[in-house]
DNA sequence: AATGAATGAGGCTTCATTCAT
DNA sequence: GATGAATGAAGCCTCATTCAT
């Protein structure tokens, strides 16, 4: 379910009617995903609760069945998006001891992410400038991996506040690039690599750590099954 | 003039009558300074034209004698904010020739005007966020110091692209972290030091350039008056 | 219902409240109705949307979920008063063949109904003036009849463009001295006659034929009860 | 200066400053004619002080030296183009005895006029809509000639004021066609002779006369200069 | 739950009018 | 007289919110 935000289409009614149980759910579910499309479309302050219902083909008060304001309908989007972050960045570095390469690894996919599906780019730039909440998730896993990042040896940052900026302005200020269309081969690895560099890392180390493969999980979302995910070997 | 800006309080009665003829210009400055006040205080999104001109104390249909949208305010308070940073830079980095300590001069600049005048720092971070044409000065003013550092050996970047966006958005991020209350001592000089060392400058000569003294002006916006302030000595 | 828009009072609530469903359909109506007699009393470019609102006794957004601009406000009662017209001339000409006679009797109807209802009357004025649509509506009706009369050889005009002119601009023009408080014995008798002899009907011929009684319908707007109604019989 | 209103080209400098004397005379006629324009574009409820100071290349203020209210202009516009048609019309109605081709000669000239410039016509259907004064004024005439006509046994019919509002709204209806687009070879003759058969004129009469030449005046307004063309005699 | 008509506060915009220069 | 900046009333329009069905 967490994965459906990043389906941009409207929901056909295949999507609509999935299972069968929790009718009332699929309403929120379908408002949360509208949201998330205008948002993309024009922001956060565009959103009108009107076009939302429009939106979601729902009626103009069925909103208020499931949100109180515009301020509630922002919340629902920030922890839907910080649930399904959380969940994917969770599942591709399981097992990447590495924090260095934990880092570049949440950078990176940031940056793939938007740059496949420039809709879900637009929309997480929006809600990041908006929602505390999301920026929480978001900080409470990075300053995880910096600090395994600084046991390893790998950084040099004086201070980690300033190091958590750095790390999360420059992966959003890149992922604006690329939503605006800049296009240059790489481009992830650069700006991981810029990153390792600010935190400290040496160049070589940095240019060789964020070129590394991200690992690859199935697409079933489930947290890899059997055997040890390394990354995914050929044969 | 162009510092007016800077000034946050409300035009008091010798302001708004110097010279007595001009009273256009005078108006319309007035009205760009309470823009500016009001995004400070809610961001670009939320400027009411009638709250504009209750800002300014002028008649509501006075603000569409000079402006004809909110775009076309949002555009006069990024010109006139562009060109007040231009000046100061520009006199600032007046005689200084070393790239890297150039890029931290404009990094701590913004840093420290935000932390002594907050509000100068939110109508920046929001003009900023929605302003292309704030963002082409500053970034003409940047490339200028990468390619200089650049050629002075300073900077390794791959990508020069991808160094602007590193460089303006982490101090946009820092601005915007000073603006939210973050108070850490020597702030200005510890994220100008990840900054260049995201440009691939060695920690050591990071940590000594972004403690550089910035060069004084005199208040009166002269061109440095007396003598070449030369560039700082190495001890 | 058609024949509502010459109810000129306000509604009643016994008018508000029929059927208890379709409360749409009556809110619409009522705005029709209201612009009707704001028409009467102010013409049509004197209409402001907020004072139709006040004058249907709905709140100003209301207006908005029926109608865009005031043009379409305007489109909407030219449209009712097209129907409504239709209605009433195709009922009262039912069965007379005579041409000249039906164009008589259009004319005087018209007159008659302005003279008893002047708000009706000032109404009709104005929307004719600005409303295309109801003048197509007319002028179909005036061109059949022209050509009976002159298949018949009533009439002797040389253009049948000109002699519709003649007709309409008449029969406003006097519509418009009834409003303004014109008070003449057999008025409407006298202006047919006229019409008659432009369209080269014989003085005697004219002056008898504009003073038949105009055939009588039942208030119950049914078309034709009973029986046949005949045709007026000469004497 | 009467005929100046005729002349729809915005006022060049060459006519603005005839003469030299007169300047201030020289705004209002400016303004005058200035809104003439705008009636023909635009209606009359459609001019805006405003918009008519910049027709007349004066500022805004300006205005209200001339004119306290939007009525007064119309009430401007209306005198000067009723002192226009009469000049004209007696001009060329001079000598001319029998009544029935005086009324033809009257509503030929409008259409006429009309024809060869729709600003024109445009402008003068909507001032007669709204200006009493005007319709007084050529209403005068008229009934002159009606009388005239009458007592020349031209005439047969029941009730003069009728017969006024008869020849007045199918000349107007008549000139709205023609503005409207309307093309019909004889027009002015065609619509004139309907007009004289409304009023009671034999058919072969109407035709003949509504046909006759219209008396040329010399383009120099004045009162046929040089010859007698058939100059008013005392008796 | 869902619906959608109705509401009215609030922001937008025009323009007649005033007034100091 | 002419100017044009300033004014503010008045009308336009949107949209968050309520509520009866």
Redesign the pocket.
Same mark, same amino acid.
């Given at each position: 379910m967490a994965e459906e935000l990043s389906s941009i289409h409207p929901p056909t009614s295949s999507e609509t009617l999935t299972r069968g149980h929790k009718?009332?759910a699929r &309403?929120r579910q379908a408002l949360v995903e509208a949201a998330f499309r205008i948002y993309a479309r024009k922001g956060v302050d565009a959103?009108?609760?009107?076009?939302l219902a429009e939106e979601a083909h729902?009626?103009?008060? &069925?909103?208020?069945?499931?949100f109180?304001?515009?301020e509630d309908v922002l919340e629902a989007v920030g922890i839907e998006l910080a649930n399904q972050l959380s969940h994917r960045v969770t599942l591709v570095s399981q097992g990447i001891e590495n924090g260095a390469q934990r880092v570049t690894i949440g950078v990176r996919m940031f940056l793939l992410h938007a740059q496949e599906d420039p809709v879900w780019g637009s929309a997480v730039i929006s809600v990041f400038h908006y929602h505390k909440g999301m920026r929480s998730v978001v900080a409470a896993y990075l300053r995880g991996d910096l600090q395994t990042g600084t046991r390893q040896g790998y950084f040099r940052y004086l201070n980690e506040d300033i190091a958590m900026t750095v790390v999360v302005s420059t992966t959003l200020g890149a992922m604006t690039s690329l939503v605006e269309g800049v296009s240059i081969p790489q481009f992830d690895s650069l700006v991981a690599e810029m990153v390792l560099m600010a935190l400290g890392v040496p160049i070589e180390d940095a240019a060789r750590i964020s070129r590394l493969p991200i690992p690859q999980v199935s697409e079933s979302e489930q947290p890899t099954p059997v055997k040890p995910r390394g990354r995914p070997r050929k044969h």
């Open positions: 009718k009332k &309403t959103l009108a609760l009107n076009e729902v009626a103009n008060g &069925t909103v208020y069945n499931y109180r304001t515009r």
